[in-house]
């Protein structure tokens, strides 16, 4: 934001230099950016009044005139037009200097000696919006008025001499985005009274004005405010209040645009001004516009609207979008006769989405998406009113429109000069304090402090220490050396356990990759899961990232298909990232949604199948120390291919792609995936190594083939195994799986090898013999199943 120092001095006494100034503003925080001398390169320039014209004795197009500049007279040639004897206009003298570096020196045109130059507006770096009436293509020619002043310099005369102070302001400032806050901050930062020029409004009055307004949405529009100004004057407006405008970097249009600009820069709340001939039913609402309802703004672009924009209405058609840029025809002509003046004070989120869906920023909706004081609206209007009859630009109603169902609240935080000091590492006593926050219009009663209400980014006891160390002076801290007790960092067990997989799977030739927690809800249908659980994200990057993931294959697929499109033959990929559900947890009460990290391996490849995931899978189990875990068949997992995917409970599951979901990604061979739960695996993992002692005993070997249904499970059959042979089975091992004729259809011949052995004694060939037939009349009785001879 820029700001003259001339218009900084209208709240503040500033007795130091600019460059001063800026130091210490951004010392308490007010960031300066750049200075702008504004008139500094005007050297030797003065006003000047002409004497005579004659034509020059050897060029048709160029004359000759006499110039008095009170100490002489000077000899000036020139083409100019439109001067005349008697005339008043800037003269360049001998060494004189204009904007650009541009130096004027004596000398002969045509063979007539020529001493200075006569300037034009954009010679001396003016605009016609400064000075209407002046000619912008010829020599500047000032008022009769200024005949007085022959011989000064223009840039005394004129004003043109002007500091102009450009600010970096932070987002969490929106106060600081006026001449008011800055005037605020110089005076708190210099030390001096704060020169409040609008303190407190006029009282409402209740008179009925020719126009009505309503609030349909008072959870976007906490507030508006509006008068109403007959008989206005269309006029340029005076040339100071044009100056201040351009030095806040703002074009002059007329005088009612130019007191709304004027009033957003000083008091930063942001006002329009509404012809009121085109207000349908001279009724005006505050409402969420309809879905694909259009709105052609200023900028003559016709803009398509959805139901979440707030839109400032007349009886038949949006004529605003509420805190971002004004509708076409709610502009002020030449012709206007009535307009309402309005201010009010919108949802900053709402101002924000707006703005960025429309691609349309403005002054205005840069200031509200900060988030403004619906207090100010009132002064606002106000003040607008004030400049209208110092203008003499119409005549305001008595009568003013407030709507205000949203009361803003008032900011209280706790006051501690105790923590405060032990926080900043100071010892300012309570009165220094105090003083401190009073410079900034804070107040401190009954051991609070209230904030103003045009600071509502202040809402902790680490806010207050903030304003007060930056008007303290952190130059004034002094250098001290760290006091804390040293420990020694060390990762802790998630972290390690992380590593530790990392490790296992790079080892083994995966590549990490990086993916995003947000998605699109297609990408979910693609992989066919449904959208339960779904968290949406309210301010999205784009269309491609609008909810969170609550699985991590949809992001998998995409980067095995940007691998497969680009001609890699073999890809294997791992991810620990996390997912989220809002399931079985209330979001609108503040409740946090559930979070979990979850370890995704996913490859494709001539020699990659099902039993080369569920290598990897019991890899990461063992390399864990994870004792008891359990492998079933999944056939309910949509992303998974029926019948080729399997559970780990409690875990996660692994398998082969569904082809439907890999013909979606425009993947043509077998893609193998595993989810497993990161968190759960910690959990379940055992980091306690146990050593038993070598047995003295032998141990006995034994085959055992049986014939069995297709449709059993080995995982089943070894189960029964296992609990029938008990403590004496010491390994268990399938090693064969055969299908033939032979064998019988349907069938197949599963072959184990069995070791027992106790730690207690020699077993007998009796004791295993009975051991064996137990588990085949187990098997037989469970599975029906034959054995193999």
């Not at 001096?192 to 009055?205: D, I, L, R, Y």
């Amino acid at each position: 934001m820029k700001v003259s120092v001339e218009w900084l001095k209208d709240y503040a006494d500033i007795d130091v230099s600019t460059k001063e100034l800026a130091d210490r503003l951004t010392m308490t925080g007010s960031k300066v950016e750049a200075i702008e001398y504004k008139g500094a390169d005007i050297k030797n320039v003065v006003i000047g009044k002409i004497l005579s014209i004659d034509k020059h004795p050897d060029a048709d197009k160029l004359v000759v005139a006499s110039v008095d500049v009170k100490t002489e007279t000077l000899q000036i040639v020139t083409g100019a037009t439109n001067i005349n004897v008697g005339d008043i206009i800037p003269i360049v003298k001998d060494g004189g200097e204009l904007p650009g570096g541009v130096k004027i020196k004596k000398g002969k045109l045509r063979g007539v000696e020529s001493c200075g130059m006569m300037c034009a507006l954009e010679e001396l770096g003016l605009t016609i919006e400064e000075y209407p009436n002046a000619i912008e293509d010829g020599i500047f020619i000032l008022d009769k008025e200024f005949e007085s002043e022959l011989g000064k310099d223009v840039t005394e005369v004129l004003g043109l001499r002007e500091d102009i102070i450009e600010f970096e302001l932070t987002s969490n400032r929106p106060d600081c985005m006026s001449v008011e806050g800055l005037g605020r901050e110089t005076a708190a930062t210099l030390n001096v009274p704060f020169k409040n020029q609008h303190v407190g409004t006029e009282a409402t009055c209740k008179k009925e004005l020719p126009i009505k307004v309503s609030i349909d949405a008072p959870d976007l529009c906490y507030r508006y405010v509006g008068r109403v100004v007959k008989n206005v004057k269309i006029a340029p407006s005076p040339n100071w209040l044009v100056r201040r405008l351009n030095a806040a970097g703002v074009r002059a249009i007329n005088n009612i645009v130019d007191i709304t600009n004027y009033v957003m820069i000083e008091l930063g709340q942001p006002m329009h001004a509404f012809d009121i001939n085109y207000v349908e039913g001279k009724t005006i609402t505050v409402r969420n516009a309809t879905k694909g309802e259009k709105i052609t703004t200023l900028d003559e672009i016709e803009r398509t609207l959805t139901e979440e924009m707030l839109v400032i209405a007349d009886s038949k058609k949006p004529i605003a979008v509420a805190g971002v840029m004004g509708g076409e025809n709610s502009g002020i002509l030449d012709t206007t006769e009535t307009v309402v003046f309005e201010s009010a004070m919108f949802n900053p989120n709402s101002v924000r989405k707006t703005a960025r869906t429309l691609g349309l920023r403005t002054e205005a909706s840069s200031r509200y998406e900060k988030g403004l004081s619906a207090e100010n609206a009132l002064k606002v209007i106000n003040r607008a009113i004030e400049l209208v009859n110092e203008l003499g630009a119409g005549e305001p109603e008595e009568g003013i429109i407030d709507v205000y169902p949203t009361k803003q609240k008032q900011v209280k935080v706790e006051f501690d000069e105790n923590k405060i000091n032990a926080r900043l590492g100071t010892n300012i006593s309570k009165e220094e304090m105090i003083n401190i926050l009073e410079k900034l219009e804070f107040k401190v009663e009954e051991g609070y402090v209230i904030a103003p209400c045009f600071r509502q980014d202040v809402e902790l006891i680490e806010d207050i220490s903030e304003e007060i160390m930056r008007m303290y002076g952190y130059d004034k801290l002094e250098s001290t050396l760290v006091c804390a007790e040293t420990t020694l960092g060390k990762k802790n067990k998630f972290q390690k356990i992380e590593d530790k997989l990392k490790n296992l799977l790079s080892n083994r030739g995966l590549h990490e990759i990086y993916t995003y927690g947000f998605i699109n809800e297609k990408a979910l249908e693609k992989v066919n899961k449904s959208n339960d659980g779904v968290i949406k994200i309210m301010n999205p990057l784009s269309e491609d990232y609008t909810i969170m993931r609550t699985t991590t294959i949809a992001s998998f697929m995409e980067n095995l298909s940007s691998n497969y499109n680009k001609k890699n033959k073999e890809v294997g990929l791992f991810e620990i990232a996390r997912v989220y559900s809002d399931i079985e947890k209330n979001i609108e009460k503040g409740e946090l949604p559930k979070e979990e990290r979850i370890l995704t391996i996913g490859m494709y490849g001539e020699k990659v199948d099902f039993y080369a995931l569920k290598g990897y899978v019991e890899d990461i189990i063992n390399t864990l120390n994870i004792k008891r875990y359990e492998i079933v068949t999944n056939k309910e997992n949509a992303s998974f291919h029926p019948g080729r995917a399997a559970d780990i409970v409690g875990l996660g599951t692994f398998g082969e792609v569904n082809p439907k979901v890999c013909n979606n990604y425009d993947i043509s061979v077998p893609v193998y995936i595993a989810e497993i739960n990161f968190d759960e695996l910690v959990k379940l993992s055992n980091e306690e190594i146990k050593y038993k002692e070598i047995p003295k005993y032998p141990a006995v070997e034994r085959d055992l083939a049986i014939i069995v249904d297709e449709n059993i499970e080995v995982g089943d059959i070894e189960k029964t195994i296992t609990k029938r042979a008990k403590k004496v089975l010491e390994e268990l091992k399938l090693f064969d799986i055969y299908r033939s004729e032979s064998v019988g259809e349907n069938k197949k011949s599963v072959a184990y090898s069995l070791i027992f052995r106790s730690a207690e004694r020699t077993l007998t060939d009796d004791e295993i013999r009975d051991t064996i037939d137990n588990i085949i009349k187990d098997l037989e009785k469970e599975y029906k199943a034959e054995l193999r001879k």
